[in-house]
């Protein structure tokens, strides 16, 4: 069967990234569905949501690298069969494809695949959440016309053309490969507060984001409660976009500090019941999420041998993964005690803190280095 040219085929691969991400946010509207169907507390809610995080992190680590032996094709046809059924997603193959199919002359692989994530969870939670305000049975059509899509999206699959060619040691590619190289430590260890930050933040709002907004805003309205969590994840896609040509540090400080001036904004509303104050903050945290994330990342892999990319970025999404679900549980087991807007108000004080360590982090590098370094570009590194 004849396949895409390398352009098409990069926006193929593209919008199949979009669908796989969006998959992975549409849950999040239907948590408060299901608390009221089967009277789930905070702390059930988190715990579903943290299985379903450590599920994407172990297919992450497992499945990660097999496309570099048995070629890109099978396993994103498989995997999209796959999330037909247990809804896994694939975003280190697809991401691995836009970097195959991007125009040498141009390449926009590394900025699709770090301001993806930020519009296909905005879709699938927004669609979603329209689902759940206007049709009867939504838990039943949403799954139905995702998993057609799904379906569809595997067969779409054969039109890309197969970038990576078959090599031996599949099998052993399954086993997790997390490394951070000893040149790279000082840089990783200087952005590790802002991801932690980043991705804790991105928990909360999927979690326990639309609970949030009912009981301590009063926005019962599905689909309302959604916007708030596209007013986070959209704006972190559009900050990536806008901190693309930044030098990396640059990105990464900039971002930081507009992500905890954010949060602490979301203290404000907070404390306030503000619900205007509450969607501002989630946008200019939002904005600080992808720029910081954006330049974090890039700072961590400058000059990282190609050899130990894989091995790095494991690292980050582990830590991502790690961050985005083990604190949005522990929030969750403590909400029955204090309460859900007490336990938001401290979460978001110790991101903000997280997230000026990492800015005071890298400040402190440059001041040790004894001759100025140019900083590349802020293209995120994949």
């Not at 669908?19 to 948590?31: E, H, I, R």
């Not at 779409?156 to 997790?176: D, F, H, I, Q």
């Amino acid at each position: 069967m004849p396949t895409l040219s390398r352009t098409p085929a990069f926006w193929t691969a593209a919008g199949l990234l979009l669908l796989v991400l969006a998959a992975s946010g549409v849950p999040t509207p239907l948590y408060r569905v299901y608390q009221e169907q089967f009277g789930f507390g905070p702390g059930m809610l988190t715990t579903v949501f943290g299985i379903y995080a450590m599920a994407l992190l172990a297919a992450l680590l497992v499945v990660g690298g097999l496309s570099d032996h048995v070629g890109r094709r099978p396993v994103l046809a498989g995997g999209l069969l796959l999330q037909a059924v247990a809804m896994v997603a694939l975003t280190g193959t697809l991401g691995a494809a836009l970097l195959d199919t991007q125009r040498p002359d141009k390449p926009l692989g590394p900025l699709v695949n770090s301001a993806a994530p930020g519009f296909g969870l905005s879709l699938g939670v927004v669609g979603a959440g329209m689902v759940v305000e206007f049709v009867a049975t939504p838990t039943r059509w949403v799954f139905a016309v995702l998993a057609v899509a799904l379906v569809l999206a595997a067969a779409t699959v054969r039109l890309l053309p197969e970038t990576s060619p078959r090599a031996p040691g599949a099998l052993t590619s399954l086993r997790p490969t997390v490394r951070v190289p000893r040149s790279q430590r000082p840089a990783f260890l200087a952005v590790l507060p802002v991801i932690v930050a980043a991705w804790a933040l991105g928990g909360l709002y999927l979690s326990l984001g639309p609970s949030l907004a009912a009981s301590v805003f009063g926005i019962e309205d599905h689909l309302v409660g959604s916007l708030l969590v596209l007013a986070m994840q959209g704006s972190a896609a559009v900050g990536a976009v806008l901190g693309r040509n930044l030098p990396h540090e640059r990105a990464m400080v900039a971002g930081a500090s507009v992500f905890a001036v954010g949060v602490t904004g979301t203290i404000a509303a907070l404390l306030t019941v503000q619900t205007v104050v509450m969607f501002g903050s989630a946008v200019v945290s939002g904005l600080g999420f992808g720029l910081a994330f954006l330049g974090a990342v890039a700072t961590a892999s400058a000059g990282v041998a190609p050899a130990d990319r894989a091995g790095l970025m494991s690292s980050v999404f582990v830590v991502g993964y790690l961050s985005f679900s083990l604190p949005a549980i522990v929030a969750g087991a403590v909400t029955g005690a204090v309460g859900l807007e007490t336990v938001a108000e401290i979460y978001a004080a110790v991101l903000v803190v997280l997230a000026l360590t990492a800015v005071a982090g890298v400040r402190l590098r440059r001041r040790a280095r004894p001759v100025a370094e140019p900083e590349d570009a802020g293209a995120l590194a994949a």
